[in-house]
């Protein structure tokens, strides 16, 4: 008993990915891609951006912390102050700083990928 | 004495968990890059797990609070330091070093400067911070097992060693993995469950204040141990009992012959160890205040923050783990993770230092406050919650070791196979001897024996403090290379090579001499010593940078499409760190990763 041929079976596939609806833009791919000069200019810019954003985090950290011991050997008073019942050193030092660390990194993260939004964009425009 | 019993109960559970999930992992690890990097198929939330369980050392478990308990509020810059690292990491390494491709920190010095000298002294860096870090952790499970269990320490560190090298030569990296993940958890449980009942319990006794005028006393009759090489200083008369009889101890240094049990009245000052100066409440809560000794404090403090910040990123171990992220992008995440589970690790241990002058202030005595975690359960705890939580400790504190020690030994052990090991047949035939699954079981035979060959004769060493100087060590060597390679085009090999000696040498020589003690203690050379990175790390920067000022001939001619690999975000198609081989003779220098990749694809089934 011969029973009709099954259907061939196919892969369904989407192509409704960035990639494929915006393929990037070849120019500056190239550019990139051989180090001319405007792919040189754009790579540099992007590392400027980034660079300028982690020199700007890190100098807010030095401040908030490393002004800490400065404070402390400054105004003495500040390391007998109650605050919620803890000294304010062992508040600062002890509990407030794992916080302001992961709020800055959450800082750093969202900017820096809108740096490399920014970049592709430029990229796939051109 | 039921009293080793539960301890050694929660050591064999946390070791037979610790192969069990090993073996697990073994099934699955089938491939050289399976072996090394886990595939790289390890999602951002188990990695930062990983990461975090691997870095919790024997350091943040035990030696964080013993610090605190010694020096007061300045030794709070201890853990602030081990999770700023992971912030300036995230600013400036993170996702750039994994868009390197980089495994290593001599990977990354290849591929971004193309020369196999500067990869050689690299992983010689590599291998001496490894060592350096990995001897406390064993020293660590010895005095660990001592304090619970009565047991000589070298049998805690004998038992690390075995135990870790195993595994690692098993499993490799797969393994490591899930184990590291599964210990973070269980660290961050067993610190944070007993902190909960001795809060309540110092709630309970009507919160004794902590800030007094006075130094610590013994709240009731106490017995202490003492060897008979302890020598502590007696500052008033006290009346103690020794083997039944009244003897009295007058003002100024003492040693307790025989080591026999010496009894303390009630209320009686502690005497302190002689190398830890007294200190009131008052100044032990105080920062700057030189609680313990410290000469120089807010020297000391600023270098320690130095040593630590920019230390993380130069720590082997700390580093490979970032090559088991997708991209660079998930290397970000996995950061951000990491300063979550640590921020949250790093509020327990303070609890521990400060409630430990009020119950276990013997340990003042004895120099051991390392021990001052695993101690206070027993001593400020009524009924059977005292051991069962002293238990839960020792797991956790085992955990640390083994975790730690474990990832120490696959990246040591990894840079030695890779590097450091005869080539066999030639770099001709790359994945045949170097980099090969056996070369790298022979490695971690060889590194775990080594360091346990250091270890146990190694005299009593703080351990948070022989951390410290492993930190020293990194930021002097890898984060000046790492920093100026990432983002400054004019590095050149001779500059980063001059960098890395000077940086090396001068942070090597000042922990010599601080380990052996062979400058005093007093006035600036020690403090300078003991906490080198201030002026080691600006010293290492400057070299590096003048050096390739002077041979800026030297440039690699490729240098923009390093900086565009390092920087440019993936998913541009554009030839990436873990890109296709296709992509790889494209760039001059070939990764270790890629040969490595090829390696593998050739031996495959």
Redo the contacts between chains.
């Keep these: 008993m011969s029973r009709p041929e099954p259907p061939r079976r196919v892969a369904v596939t989407s192509p409704r990915t960035a990639?494929v609806r915006r393929p990037?833009g070849r120019s500056a791919?190239r550019a990139?891609?051989e180090?001319d000069v405007v792919?040189?200019l754009l790579?540099?810019s992007?590392?400027r951006a980034?660079?300028t954003?982690?020199l700007r985090?890190?100098t807010v950290?030095a401040v908030l912390?490393?002004g800490l011991?400065l404070l402390?050997?400054t105004v003495p008073s500040t390391?007998?102050v109650q605050v919620l019942g803890l000294?304010l050193?062992?508040l600062a030092?002890?509990?407030l700083?794992?916080?302001a660390?992961?709020v800055?990194?959450?800082v750093?993260?969202r900017l820096?990928?809108r740096h490399?939004?920014d970049?592709?964009d430029l990229?796939e425009r051109s | 004495m039921t009293g080793p019993v539960l301890p050694l109960v929660a050591v064999a559970l946390v070791v037979v968990a610790t192969i069990g999930i090993g073996v697990y992992g073994l099934r699955l690890a089938r491939t050289t890059s399976d072996f090394l990097v886990a595939s790289r198929t390890v999602s951002p939330l188990w990695n930062a797990s990983a990461i975090s369980g691997e870095y919790l050392s024997a350091a943040s478990f035990l030696g964080v609070a013993g610090l605190v308990m010694a020096y007061g509020?300045d030794a709070?810059?201890y853990p602030?330091g081990f999770?700023?690292g992971?912030?300036?990491l995230?600013?400036?390494v993170a996702?750039p070093l994994r868009r390197s491709g980089a495994y290593t920190v001599p990977d990354f010095a290849e591929v971004r400067l193309g020369s196999r000298g500067l990869r050689r002294l690299c992983a010689l860096a590599v291998v001496a911070i490894g060592l350096l870090y990995l001897v406390p952790q064993l020293h660590g499970a010895g005095l660990a097992l001592r304090a619970t269990t009565g047991a000589p320490v070298q049998v805690g560190a004998v038992l690390v060693a075995v135990v870790v090298t195993v595994n690692v030569a098993g499993g490799g990296m797969r393994s490591a993995t899930f184990v590291q993940a599964f210990q973070y958890w269980l660290k961050l449980t067993a610190l944070a469950v007993p902190a909960v009942f001795l809060l309540l319990a110092w709630q309970g006794d009507g919160r004794p204040a902590l800030?007094t005028p006075t130094p610590p006393t013994f709240l009731q009759r106490t017995t202490v141990e003492v060897d008979s090489s302890t020598r502590f200083v007696v500052d008033e008369p006290v009346t103690v009992t020794v083997d039944g009889r009244q003897r009295r101890l007058e003002e100024g240094s003492t040693a307790v012959p025989g080591g026999s049990p010496v009894v303390f009245p009630a209320g009686a000052a502690v005497p302190h160890v002689a190398s830890l100066a007294p200190a009131t409440g008052l100044d032990w809560?105080?920062?700057?205040?030189g609680a313990g000794g410290v000469e120089h404090p807010?020297y000391a403090?600023?270098a320690l923050?130095l040593a630590t910040f920019l230390g993380t990123m130069g720590l082997p171990h700390v580093l490979v783990r970032f090559y088991t992220n997708p991209d660079g992008?998930a290397a970000?995440?996995t950061?951000?993770g990491v300063?979550?589970l640590?921020?949250?690790f790093?509020?327990l241990p303070?609890v521990y230092g400060a409630l430990g002058r009020l119950y276990v202030p013997e340990l003042l005595l004895t120099g051991r406050t390392d021990a001052v975690v695993l101690s206070l359960p027993v001593a400020a705890l009524s009924g059977p919650a005292g051991p069962l939580l002293q238990a839960l400790l020792v797991a956790g504190a085992f955990a640390a070791f083994l975790s730690t020690s474990s990832g120490l030994l696959v990246t040591t052990a990894g840079v030695l196979a890779q590097d450091l090991l005869p080539a066999g047949r030639g770099d001709r035939a790359p994945g045949r001897v170097r980099g090969s699954v056996r070369g790298f079981q022979l490695a971690a035979l060889g590194t775990g024996g080594v360091s346990l060959l250091v270890a146990l004769p190694a005299a009593a060493l703080p351990l948070t403090q022989v951390v410290g100087l492993a930190f020293a060590v990194a930021a002097s060597t890898f984060c000046p290379l790492l920093v100026l390679g990432i983002?400054w085009r004019g590095l050149t090999v001779a500059g980063a090579g001059a960098g890395l000696l000077v940086g090396g040498g001068l942070s090597t020589l000042a922990v010599a001499a601080t380990l052996t003690g062979s400058v005093g203690s007093d006035g600036w050379p020690a403090a300078l010593l003991a906490q080198p990175a201030a002026w080691t790390v600006p010293t290492a920067f400057a070299v590096m940078v003048a050096g390739s000022l002077a041979t800026r001939g030297t440039v690699p001619p490729?240098v923009?499409?390093t900086?565009?690999l390092l920087?440019?975000?993936e998913?541009?198609?554009?030839?990436a760190g873990s890109g296709p081989p296709g992509h790889a003779d494209r760039s001059s220098p070939e990764t270790t990763a890629r040969r490595r990749q090829r390696a593998v694809r050739r031996t495959a089934p």
């Design positions: 990639a990037p791919l990139l891609d180090q792919g040189e790579v540099r992007l590392v980034q660079l954003l982690a985090l890190l950290l912390l490393g011991p402390f050997a390391r007998d000294p050193p062992w030092l002890g509990v700083v794992y916080p660390l992961l800055g990194g959450l750093h993260l820096a990928e490399e939004r970049f592709v990229v | 509020a709070l810059w602030v999770v700023a992971y912030f300036v995230l600013l400036f996702a800030d809560s105080r920062p700057l205040s807010l403090t600023y923050v992008r970000r995440r950061t951000l300063l979550a640590l921020g949250a790093y509020l303070a983002w490729d923009g499409r900086m565009m920087h440019a975000p998913g541009l198609g554009l030839p």
